[in-house]
């Protein structure tokens, strides 16, 4: 035999059950810097081009994958080179999964305010690609003296394509730079 509760004892005791329901798939959640510095680095907030140049190797789904940022001239963006990258549906027949090519990057500021700043490349060779025709758009991580480039798709979770910064292109105090 069930039991009919009075209304206000009705309302409070689907209040306890369906509110704690509707908030615990949000404690497994985390904000993308959360995820990010659980596997990587604190996601970058502000960071110059000095700071990114030097060479990159792959971790996780970019694993052979291998990115040169060189420095800028002047106050446009300096120049990248990819190797085994990833190539974007509309291309794979053409150049297959992956391509090796060049172009050129910069740090892009336009998220607006409070938005992390990302690493905006510009590949031309073997061909001009077109924004989204391949990855180009990564985010920044740096912290304990690392710093990672990543592809930012799932907020939630540790980014599977990342690439971690092995050597400096930037001259540390008294010594040369490695490029």
Not at 89 to 115: A, C, I, M, P
Request: aromatic share 6%; charged share 20%.
């Amino acid at each position: 035999m069930s039991r009919v509760l009075p209304a206000g004892r009705r309302l409070r005791w689907m209040t306890a059950v369906a509110v704690p329901a509707l908030l615990s798939p949000l404690a497994g959640c985390s904000s993308s810097s959360t995820a990010v510095e659980a596997c990587m680095a604190k996601q970058a907030t502000s960071v110059g081009s000095v700071d990114l140049t030097g060479t990159y190797t792959g971790e996780g789904d970019a694993k052979a994958v291998t990115l040169t940022l060189r420095p800028p001239v002047g106050r446009s963006g300096g120049s990248v080179t990819v190797r085994n990258w990833p190539t974007g549906d509309w291309y794979r027949s053409e150049l297959g999964d992956t391509f090796n090519g060049s172009g050129t990057w910069d740090v892009d500021y336009s998220g607006g305010s409070g938005k992390p700043p990302h690493v905006s490349l510009s590949l031309t060779s073997p061909r001009l690609f077109l924004n989204d025709d391949t990855l180009d758009k990564l985010s920044i991580a740096e912290g304990s003296g690392r710093t990672y480039l990543y592809e930012d798709d799932d907020p939630d979770v540790c980014p599977k394509f990342r690439l971690k910064m092995t050597s400096s292109g930037a001259p540390g105090p008294g010594t040369k730079s490695s490029r």
